[in-house]
């Protein structure tokens, strides 16, 4: 399965599928139970509190258990809207899939309907297809073009995120045919716009210079290769509908298109880089350059390119680069005692001598 591309839009979306399935999002389950998600909300969020309350949630509600206003209460009714919802985004609606990625709404079904059979036909579906499994498809170029029309034509979304989760076949298809930026490409195809505006955006010159320097202080990539058939490029289908051209956006935005046209992104950046060094540290990682050149050569050549020294880099990410180069001498470690640590030092070595001579 392909590497998820996140979002805040998909975040959102996860968290409250989650809900809906009865888990409590509270930071421990979630590191638990989904990692990435709850890595996802705290880097496009800033923290995870935020992406809860971007969500709709309150995060005291979240934190204190039980949560009632968190855990849905199903009748007929919701259980059938909620069935005919997850129809309209394409969802698989067998019982194996339900059981296995919403029991809570599947445990609703049977206790209020008595299975999913009669639910399905209770919101006007026709459960012979839905129980039927989907045949080993066939992917060409073709087929995945044809496929994306069929899916609008029907009321189901060909957005990236959506059907990303529910149907992964269709979308490493795109990506199989088209390269990395198949999904945007097969949609250019299918006589769609390859980009994907936000739908609860409503842009204009100022929100598109304001989002436009956001990215840019993130430390995302600006240039229109680096943007294509990532989450972030819904910036350019904005800043092409507001100015004309991606060009002028930047340029209205105070910075230098030439600059950010000229310049090839990799991976890193300059918040990659600080955000991998400290992670390290954490983990009690040594970072002196002779360690790291010899462990993290990729690392290493980042942080040389965006801060041109590893020293310097070390000292972005708030660390004492000084402190893991100290090479300690017994002498110096010796020194560094204060007196009552070498004072104890010196009773244990006694004591343990006495204990050696007491065992001859």
Not at 128 to 148: C, F, G, Q, Y
Not at 181 to 189: E, F, I, P
Request: aromatic share 8%; glycine share 8%; with cysteine.
């Amino acid at each position: 399965m392909p590497r998820k591309n996140w979002n805040k839009e998909i975040v959102i979306s996860a968290i409250l599928e989650l809900c809906r399935g009865g888990v409590n999002p509270n930071p421990s389950t979630m590191l638990k139970k989904d990692p990435a998600l709850y890595s996802a909300g705290c880097r496009l969020f800033g923290a995870w509190r935020n992406a809860l309350t971007a969500a709709g949630l309150q995060y005291k509600e979240v934190m204190h258990k039980p949560q009632p206003s968190i855990r849905k209460k199903w009748n007929r009714a919701s259980i059938i809207e909620e069935i005919r919802g997850l129809n309209q985004l394409g969802a698989p609606l067998n019982s194996n899939h339900l059981q296995k990625n919403n029991r809570l709404l599947y445990q609703a079904v049977v206790r209020h309907f008595g299975g999913l059979a009669q639910v399905v036909a209770a919101a006007g579906l026709d459960y012979s297809r839905i129980r039927k499994r989907n045949p080993m498809r066939s992917w060409t170029k073709n087929a995945v073009v044809a496929e994306i029309i069929r899916r609008n034509e029907e009321g189901l979304s060909i957005r990236r995120g959506i059907v990303y989760s529910h149907d992964p076949g269709l979308y490493s298809a795109a990506r199989r045919f088209f390269g990395t930026n198949g999904w945007a490409k097969a949609r250019s195809l299918a006589g769609f716009d390859p980009n994907e505006p936000r739908p609860d955006q409503i842009w204009d010159e100022k929100t598109v210079v304001a989002e436009i320097l956001k990215l840019y202080a993130d430390g995302v990539p600006l240039n229109v290769g680096a943007l294509q058939g990532t989450s972030y490029s819904y910036i350019l289908g904005a800043a092409r509908t507001v100015f004309g051209s991606w060009a002028k956006a930047v340029r209205a935005s105070g910075l230098s298109y030439a600059r950010i046209r000229k310049k090839r992104y990799g991976w890193w950046t300059k918040p990659r880089v600080v955000m991998c060094i400290r992670n390290l540290e954490k983990r009690g990682v040594r970072l002196s350059l002779q360690s790291i050149r010899t462990t993290h050569v990729a690392l290493m050549s980042a942080a040389l390119a965006e801060f041109g020294s590893w020293a310097e880099a070390v000292e972005a990410a708030g660390i004492s680069y000084r402190k893991h180069c100290r090479v300690w001498s017994t002498k110096a470690w010796l020194r560094s005692l204060r007196d009552s640590e070498y004072a104890a030092l010196i009773e244990n070595a006694k004591g343990h001598a006495k204990r050696r001579r007491a065992k001859k």
